[in-house]
C-alpha cells in the first residue's frame, strides 16, 4: 500500500489522506479573515494609542507591515506542515529544551496579561459604579484577584460554551462599542466641536523625544499576536497558495481599522494629558455622551466592553496551559503535582499555581501608585514574553526550510528568509526597546521600571522554564496519560 507523509511526519496511506482531504471542510478566505480579525482586534488597546492623535495611524501600521505580516505568512507555512502548535516547529527546527521554551514562553505570557486585561475591566466596571475608582489600585487590585479566581473556578468545572460566549462578546463588546464610539466621535466633530488632537499633516508621526517615545510601538506587538493560532486553519483553504495571503490583507485591513479608528475618536474627544490608559475608552464614551445628553448610556457600553474582555479571559484560561500540560507529560518538564487533571479533566493545579502569581503581580496596582503606569508596565511584560517565542519560531521556520526544504506543506511562504529576517529583527528590537520607561511613564525612578520589566521578562521567561527543565526527572513522563488526554 502507498504513503504519504502525514502533517505530524508519519507516513499514512493515500486512500486515508485522500478520505481526510474529502471529509475536511473548507471555508472562504474571507470567512477565515472574519476568523483572524475577531480574534486579533480589540478596543483594550485603544487609549495607549490615542495619546498619539493623528500618529496612531503610522504607530500602528509600521508593526503590521515588520511583525503582522511576517508572523501570518511563515506561521501558515509552518501550521501547514507540521501539527502540534509552536512546541512542534521550534523542537523539529531547534531542538526539544527550545521547543519547550517556546511554549512556557505562550503559557507565560498569560500571566502578565490576566493582570493587565483585568485592570482594563476593573477601570471600565469603574464607570458603571463609580468613575473616581477607575485610578485607585486597591479597586483595580481588587477586581484582578476576585474576577481570575471567578475564572479559575469556572474553567476547572469543565464549563463547555465558553468560545460562545467569548464570540458573543466580540460583537456585543467590541464591534458595536466601536462603530458607535467612532460614529459618535464623527457627529462630535461634525457639530463644530475642536478636535483635542491635532489632525493635520503636520502630526502624522510621533514626536521624537529620544528613545523613550519609541515605547509605546511595542505594545503594537502584542495587539498583533496571537497569528500563530489562527495560522492552523491554512489547510481548510481550498488553494492556501493565493488565498491565505488574501485573507491575511484583508484581516489586517480590517484589524487596522478596528484598531485606528477607535483611538482616533478618543483623540477627537479626551486631550492625552487627561487620558486613562485604562479607562480611556469610557473616558471618550462618557464625555461624548454627555455632550448628547445620554450619559445614562455610559454604564450600559461599560457592561457591554466588560463582557468582552471576561469572554476572552476565559477562552484563553485553560488552553495554554493545557498546551503545557500535554508536552510536560510527554517529556517531562513540569513535576507531577503539576501534571495532574481534577474529576473534570481540567489541570486545575497548573491553573491554581498561575493564579498565585496572578495575584501578587495583581497586587502590584495597589502598590504603583499610578495605575495607568502599573498597566503599562504588566503589557510591556507581557509582550517582552512573548517575543521571545516569536524568536524561536522564525529561527526554527528558516532552520526547517533549509534542512527540510521537502517536506509536505500546504503553503510555502515567498521569501521566508526576508519574512524571518525582517520578523526577527522587529521582535529582538521591540525586546529591547521594552526596557526603555516610555515618555508617560510616571512613577519617577527609571532604575524600577527596568528593574520590574527585566525581573518580570526574563525572570518568567527564561529563568523559571530553565530551572524546571534542569530539575526534570525521568519519573516525570506520563506520555501514556498524555495520549489519552489528547483523545
Known sequence: MSTVEGASGRAVPVETARARTKAAPYISWI???????SSVASLRAAPTMAVYGLA???LYVVPAIVFLIPTSLVSAELASGWEGGVYNWVSRGLSKPMGFLAVWCQFAMTIFYYPSL?????????????PALASNGVWTALVIVVVYWTGVWVSSRGTK????LASAGLIIGTLVPGVILVSLGAVFLGQGHPSAAPMDAAHLFPVWAGLSSLVLIVNNFLSYSGMEMNAVHVGSLRNPAKEFPRSMFLAMALVLLIFILPALAISWIVPADELSLTAGVMQAFDAVLANFGAQWLTPIFGIMLVSASLGGMLT???GPSKGLLLIS?????LPPVLQKLNKNGVQQNILVAQGIVTTIIGLGYALIPNVSSAYWIFSVITTQVYLIMYLLMF?????????DPDHPRGYRAPILGALCGVGFAASLAALLIGFIPPSQFESGSPALYLLIVAGGALGLGLLVPFLFYRSRKPSWKQPEAAEVSQS
Open 56 to 58: 496612531c495611524v503610522f
Open 161 to 164: 460554551g465558553v468560545a460562545g
Open 31 to 37: 470567512a477565515l479573515a472574519m476568523m483572524t480579525t
Open 395 to 403: 529561527v526554527a521556520a528558516v532552520r526547517l526550510r533549509r534542512n
Open 316 to 318: 484563553w484560561l485553560a
Open 118 to 130: 483585568l485592570g482594563f475591566v476593573a477601570s471600565t466596571l469603574a464607570y458603571v459604579i463609580n
Open 329 to 333: 507529560r510527554q517529556e517531562g518538564y
